[in-house]
């Protein structure tokens, strides 16, 4: 995602990397597919890796094992309704029926416990996060600049779209953390230096001598 991202801020065409993806996605659903066939192509996959993407089509496949996840985090999800249940009162959180609800399912905790409003309100900042960085990165001075900050967008988007994708079971489940909220010290660490390394190029919007 990152370099995809700072490809497109290089000058590259958008057909281009999008026949990339295209072609990506098409030789990851072939190899699936002679997978589950009678040929049984190996995949360089671990078995719990395979089963992620069996049950990211139909999670009540194994509703006890590599289903279990996502089925309670889509409980969790629709059980807030529209105000949620309120902080520390979420059935699927205290109660831990939600597997790893501080890191990868962090926002199925914002779903259950503030409802539709707190989770569209979290979109909201993160729309305003993504905006203001990519405004920056065409405000750059220089090219060194809009790379940078256009690889930390990418980078942001990209855990913001595979983590609630994953919770709302429309991506399959990777184990990335959701930024800013996911716990993690060293991740936690990246996004500082990231916002870090934004504002200094936001100050340089001359070009740079080195």
Not at 62 to 72: E, F, L, N, V
Not at 75 to 101: C, D, M, T
Not at 118 to 141: M, N, V
């Amino acid at each position: 995602a990152i370099l995809f991202g700072m490809l497109y801020l290089a000058g590259a065409r958008p057909l281009h990397l999008l026949s990339l993806i295209c072609g990506g996605l098409a030789v990851v659903v072939l190899a699936l597919v002679l997978h589950f066939s009678p040929l049984h192509l190996p995949l360089p996959l671990k078995e719990y890796q395979i089963a992620r993407l069996v049950v990211f089509l139909d999670p009540y496949k194994d509703p006890q094992g590599a289903g279990y996840h996502i089925i309670q985090s889509l409980v969790a999800i629709g059980s807030g309704g529209l105000w949620g249940k309120g902080l520390y009162r979420g059935s699927q959180v205290q109660l831990n029926f939600l597997p790893e609800h501080h890191t990868d399912f962090i926002f199925s905790v914002v779903g259950e416990e503030l409802g539709f409003l707190g989770a569209s309100f979290l979109l909201l900042l993160y729309f305003c996060l993504l905006y203001r960085t990519l405004k920056i990165a065409f405000q750059a001075g220089d090219l060194y600049g809009r790379l940078l900050v256009g690889g930390i967008f990418s980078m942001w988007l990209f855990h913001i779209v595979e983590n609630i994708g994953m919770t709302i079971g429309l991506m399959p489940i990777t184990g990335i953390p959701l930024p800013f909220l996911s716990y993690g010290g060293s991740f936690m660490l990246t996004n500082m230096l990231a916002v870090g390394l934004i504002l200094n190029i936001y100050q340089r919007k001359e070009r740079m001598l080195f």
